[in-house]
């Protein structure tokens, strides 16, 4: 399972905005030559647009609509109020860029709001951690004395285990998925194994009845003869 983190999308300022194709110019028909009855249509001056990508791996070619909007600002709001505070301000200062953000994170929001809960939480933890241990390791690198250090090595461990944990919630839940897929291929094999057996059965009995089957073959062509066709 190819599993996209909504810690980075929601931790950074990411693409540009997106927007539908233009569509492709009419097609010109051209006048019909004399040898001919019906007028020859020419080809497109451009090959057509291709059709917005709504699958989430291109970006999301639409605005969200208000319902959308406000859903995605709740969910940032409950679990990180300074992340919402950025986006608030961005929506005032430069709109564009925040509709773009916006646009982008609904389709890890999409992904990420089917998840169990508990994996819901562990990405947010993983965010929260690695935020923690940035701030961490610059303490420590400002700490020229060492007087902090002791306490900034603890503060970078215990951010480091809260990454690890979460880390561990998020990659039992994939291998869990990856074993039902197993499972779910396990029984499609199994069916078509049975299925191949069954043809093998069937061309080994015609194998054995060749000769009854060739009779019955000549006998009906002889009381219903098919039409002459030719070879190809």
């Given at each position: 399972m190819r599993r996209v983190w909504m810690i980075a999308v929601l931790g950074a300022g990411l693409l540009a905005t997106g927007c539908p194709p233009t569509p492709p110019p009419a097609p010109v028909v051209a006048a019909?030559?004399?040898?001919?009855?019906?007028?020859?249509?020419?080809?497109?001056?451009?090959?057509?647009?291709?059709?917005?990508?709504?699958?989430?791996?291109?970006?999301?070619?639409?605005?969200?609509?208000?319902?959308?909007?406000?859903?995605?600002?709740?969910?940032?709001?409950?679990?990180?109020?300074?992340?919402?505070?950025?986006?608030?301000?961005?929506?005032?200062?430069?709109?564009?860029?925040?509709?773009?953000?916006?646009r982008q994170m609904w389709i890890w929001y999409s992904e990420w709001k089917t998840m169990p809960e508990p994996v819901q939480q562990a990405y947010w933890?993983?965010?929260?951690?690695k935020a923690q241990t940035a701030a961490a390791l610059a303490d420590l690198q400002a700490d020229k004395n060492g007087a902090s250090r002791e306490k900034n090595l603890a503060r970078l461990r215990q951010a480091q285990g809260r990454e690890f944990d979460a880390l561990q919630v998020i990659q039992t839940q994939w291998a869990e998925e990856f074993a039902k897929r197993i499972v779910k291929l396990q029984g499609e094999i199994e069916s078509r194994q049975k299925s191949l057996e069954a043809l093998r059965g069937e061309l080994k009995a015609r194998r054995s009845d060749r000769e009854k089957i060739l009779d019955a073959k000549v006998d009906s062509l002889l009381k219903n003869p098919l039409p002459a066709q030719p070879p190809f």
């Open positions: 019909p030559p004399k040898a001919q009855s019906r007028p020859v249509v020419a080809p497109p001056a451009t090959r057509p647009a291709p059709k917005p990508d709504v699958s989430g791996r291109g970006g999301l070619h639409r605005p969200l609509s208000a319902g959308e909007e406000n859903e995605l600002l709740k969910v940032i709001k409950d679990f990180k109020e300074a992340d919402y505070q950025r986006l608030a301000d961005l929506k005032a200062k430069d709109p564009a860029q925040f509709r773009a953000q916006m933890d993983v965010r929260e951690a």
